[in-house]
């Protein structure tokens, strides 16, 4: 698998999950100005949900916009 996975490359694999930790309803959590990317990411992955995913690619493909 090797050949198709592992690289950011034209002809890899893509999967792919664009989050937006400031979205435009109001969301399940806050960041703080004095928080980076990281707390963003953290609360993101422990309290966030679809309101936070912009898009989604599978195979290279976008499948939500």
Request: proline share 2%; glycine share 10%; net charge negative.
């Amino acid at each position: 698998m090797e050949h198709k996975i592992g690289l950011f490359q034209v002809g890899m694999a893509f999967d792919a999950v664009l989050v937006d930790t400031f979205p435009d309803s109001a969301g399940t959590f806050d960041v703080f100005d004095d928080e980076g990317v990281l707390e963003a990411f953290q609360k993101y992955l422990f309290t966030g949900d679809d309101r936070n995913v912009k898009e989604v690619y599978v195979q290279g493909r976008q499948i939500k916009k």
